[in-house]
C-alpha cells in the first residue's frame, strides 16, 4: 500500500501549508494532495483558501521526493489546454512528480458564486471525457487536432512535453455507474473513489467490464481510495488491509483535525 496526504489548503497560510506538505515528504508520504476550490469547505467560508494549480508549482520547487496533485481537478474550472500547460509546467518544475487528477467538478454552490458555467452532471461528464482526450493529445504529439462538441484543437503544439512520458499519471476521481464508470475504463490510470469496502468491490468489478469492453486490461487501471488517520489506529490497520484484499494499492489520507499528534502515530502504526 502505498500513502498519500491530503493537506487540503482550507483555513491554511502558505507557511503552514508548506511545513505540513515537508513534514509528510520526511514521513515517508508518497504523495501530497491539495483541493481545487477557490475557498474553504470546512470552517469559515470567508478564512484563507489558496488557489491549487500555483500551490503544486510552489510545492515542486520546495520539496525533493514527494509527489504532488489536486484530488481531483475540476473540469468546468478551466480550458483543458489551459490546464494542460500548467500541469506540465509543474511536471518540469517538480522533476517529474506530478499527479494529474481530473474529475467532472461538483460544487455548484462555488460556480454559482464566481459565474462559473455548472452544466448537468451529464454535460460535465462529457466534457471530462473530452477534456482528458485533448490533454492527452497535446501531452503526446505535435500538431494535435480535436474536434469535439465543447473543446477543438487545430494544428496544436505544446513544447517542452512533460518530464513524464507519455505523460504523468491520469487520475480521474468518481464512481456514478452510467457515465463515469465507463469514462474512467476508458482513459484513467487511476481510478479515485469513496465509499464501504462492499461498495467499492462492486463499482471495481464493473469496472473491470468496462475496461474489458473498451479493449484494456483491468489490470492497467490502479484502484486508490481514502482512509481517516482520525481513526482509531485498530479501525486504519482493518480498512487498509480491506482495501488491499479488493485490489487498492493506494490511500489518501485524511489530514485530522489533532495534527501531529495524531498523524506520528499513524505513520509509526499504520504505514511502518
Known amino acids: ?51 491549487g494549480w500555483t500551490l503544486l508549482a510552489a510545492l515542486a520547487a520546495r520539496t525533493d521526493r514527494i509527489r504532488l496533485g489536486t484530488l481531483v481537478t475540476g473540469v468546468t474550472y478551466r480550458h483543458p489546454s489551459i490546464l494542460t500547460t500548467e500541469a506540465i509546467t509543474v511536471d518540469h518544475v517538480s522533476g517529474g512528480r506530478l499527479e494529474l487528477a481530473m474529475g467532472a467538478a461538483w460544487h455548484s454552490g462555488e460556480h454559482e458564486e464566481f459565474g462559473i458555467e455548472f452544466p448537468t452532471a451529464a454535460g460535465r461528464i462529457h466534457r471530462l471525457e ?12 505535435d500538431g494535435a487536432n480535436f474536434n469535439g462538441r465543447y473543446f477543438s484543437l487545430k494544428d496544436a503544439s505544446y513544447n517542452p512535453k512533460p518530464v513524464q512520458s507519455p505523460m504523468p499519471p491520469l487520475w480521474i476521481g468518481g464512481s456514478g455507474e452510467k457515465l463515469m464508470l465507463p469514462l474512467i475504463a476508458r482513459h484513467a490510470d487511476v481510478w479515485h473513489a469513496g465509499g464501504s469496502i462492499a461498495t467499492l468491490k462492486r463499482k471495481s468489478d464493473l469496472l473491470n467490464r468496462h475496461a474489458e469492453e473498451a479493449g484494456r486490461d483491468p489490470g492497467d487501471i490502479r484502484r486508490a481510495s481514502y482512509l481517516a488517520a482520525s481513526d482509531p489506529i485498530d479501525e486504519c490497520k482493518k480498512h487498509r488491509d480491506e482495501l488491499e484484499t479488493a485490489g487498492f494499492d493506494y490511500v489518501v489520507v485524511s489530514w485530522p483535525a489533532e495534527g501531529l499528534e495524531r498523524m506520528e502515530p499513524f505513520v509509526a502504526e499504520v504505514m511502518n
Do not use: N
Not at 502558505?14 to 483541493?35: I, K, P, Q, S, Y
Open 1 to 51: 500500500m502505498r500513502y498519500g496526504i491530503d493537506v487540503s489548503q482550507h483555513q491554511l497560510t502558505w507557511e503552514g501549508l508548506l511545513e505540513r506538505t515537508r513534514w509528510a515528504e520526511e514521513a515517508g508520504f508518497d504523495g501530497a494532495w491539495v483541493f481545487d476550490h477557490f475557498k474553504a469547505l470546512y470552517g469559515d467560508p470567508s478564512g484563507p483558501c489558496l488557489e
Open 130 to 141: 473530452e477534456a482528458v482526450q485533448v490533454m492527452r493529445l497535446l501531452m503526446t504529439e
